[in-house]
């Protein structure tokens, strides 16, 4: 059954810790991203990665971190140098080259 | 910078009608334009592509136009649902450089039974 796994759905953090988020992906895809969402507002590229070992800051990358050692996979970091965290975050894969985009179900993640 | 809207933010419709939905972009120079369906605390569901060289995608209810030197799409669903209810996002991707798409604020659908 193909498609992108994000895990944790919910996560909770508490002030000054580094929470990881998992995203994996069955797909083959080269290409994948982590967005961010709030109420009220667009989905806001926070980092991607077109081929393995290779990424780019997006928009808001300030205070979080990524790694690409797998094609499958590209976990985020949300560090404690990001200020306000409490979000929705959601992961994205492609074929690359403007190819469909498939998104995973999320991982709401709150700090308490 | 590429700039999505899709007005309006929200908007209710009886059950049965056809829902028209708009998203205009500033730079036509894209590669495709993508339409998404988003529940409530869940991810983006992909309806319809739609590649810079074509007119129009269908998809069982659903029919998705582009005018690409006017920087518009459509989305029609016929015969609309309360199964429909949920927000509809548009995204644009670039024709030259990175893969990133820009995304609308979306439109927050209500079909009322």
């Known amino acids: 059954d193909g498609g992108i796994t994000q895990s944790p759905k919910y996560l909770f953090r508490k002030e000054g810790q580094n929470v990881t988020l998992s995203c994996e992906q069955n797909?083959?895809?080269?290409?994948m991203y982590w967005y961010r969402q709030d109420p009220g507002q667009g989905l806001r590229l926070i980092y991607y990665?077109?081929?393995?070992?290779?990424?780019q800051k997006g928009d808001i990358a300030e205070g979080y971190s990524v790694s690409r050692e797998k094609k499958e996979s590209f976990p985020l970091t949300v560090t404690s140098a990001q200020k306000n965290p409490t979000a929705f975050y959601l992961c994205a894969s492609s074929m690359g080259g403007g190819s469909e985009a498939f998104f995973g179900q999320g991982t709401r993640l709150t700090v308490v | 910078k590429q700039e999505v809207t899709q007005i309006p933010a929200a908007l209710s419709v009886p059950e049965g009608e056809n829902l028209v939905l708009n998203c205009s972009f500033t730079d036509s120079a894209i590669y495709n334009l993508q339409w998404f369906r988003q529940d409530p605390g869940k991810g983006l569901t992909s309806l319809l592509l739609?590649?810079?060289?074509?007119r129009e995608q269908t998809s069982g209810r659903l029919n998705a136009s582009l005018d690409k030197s006017s920087g518009r799409s459509t989305l029609y669903i016929a015969a609309s649902q309360p199964g429909d209810s949920a927000t509809y996002l548009c995204?644009?991707?670039?024709?030259?450089?990175?893969?990133?798409?820009?995304f609308g604020k979306g439109n927050q659908v209500v079909v009322i039974p």
């Open positions: 797909l083959n895809h080269d290409a």
């Open positions: 990665s077109q081929i393995v070992n290779d990424f």
């Open positions: 995204a644009v991707s670039p024709l030259y450089g990175n893969n990133r798409l820009a």
């Open positions: 739609i590649q810079s060289s074509q």
